[in-house]
């Protein structure tokens, strides 16, 4: 069975950092592309991030160069270290597996598809202005 669990969240002052944790069970990181997706209040879900099964890194615009998603294949945990956090990523964070291998636009930006499975509870950033 194939479980995925997102830890790590908090409230942060704006430019401060979190590391986002996703403990995986039932995935091998070589065959599923482990994806990070945010919802805020009214607004859509977006797709943050996403490690696909060669381990290269794909981020959405709103997040490029601020944030680092990376695997543990020991521990079976993927991360996403978030930088210079802003107030605009308040929102509860998803990790799930990606079952399009991490899609990108022409330009490089992961997107959300909706075409995901596995996706625990969520995990809450609040970023205070």
């Known amino acids: 069975e194939v479980q995925l669990q997102a830890s790590g969240g908090g409230l942060v002052q704006a430019g401060g950092s979190l590391r986002l944790s996703c403990a995986a069970s039932?995935?091998?990181?070589?065959?599923?592309?482990i994806g990070w997706f945010r919802q805020a209040p009214g607004k859509e879900r977006e797709g943050v991030s996403c490690i696909n099964t060669d381990g290269v890194g794909y981020y959405g615009d709103s997040v490029k160069g601020r944030f680092t998603i990376s695997s543990d294949n020991a521990k079976n945990t993927v991360y996403l270290q978030m930088n210079s956090l802003k107030p605009d990523d308040t929102a509860v964070y998803y990790c799930a597996v990606d079952l399009l291998n991490c899609p990108y636009t022409y330009s490089g930006s992961y997107y959300y598809t909706g075409k995901y499975d596995s996706w625990g509870q969520g995990t809450q950033v609040t970023v205070s202005s």
């Open positions: 039932g995935v091998t990181f070589d065959h599923d592309a």
